[in-house]
């Protein structure tokens, strides 16, 4: 039998917390009219979908950092 092996779990939790921190700021881009880290004070939906494919990119990203190596 080998030994199991588990993942980079510290990397894992920090991916997943990364995610969480960056689907809340797409949902605050889709839902309030600000100027927040832009030049005008508008509903920024390009900010707002940049935010939420890259908290998909960290799930996927503490998906393969979980798995055994």
Not at 7 to 34: D, E, H, Q, R, S
Not at 60 to 65: L, Q
Request: proline share 3%; aromatic share 6%.
């Amino acid at each position: 039998m080998q030994p199991q092996r588990s993942g980079n779990m510290p990397l894992a939790i920090g991916l997943l917390v990364l995610a969480v921190v960056l689907a809340i700021l797409g949902i605050f881009y889709l839902t309030t009219t600000t100027s927040l880290l832009a030049d005008s004070t508008a509903r920024h939906y390009k900010h707002a979908i940049l935010a939420l494919v890259l908290a998909v990119l960290s799930l996927i990203g503490a998906n393969f950092a979980r798995r055994a190596a």
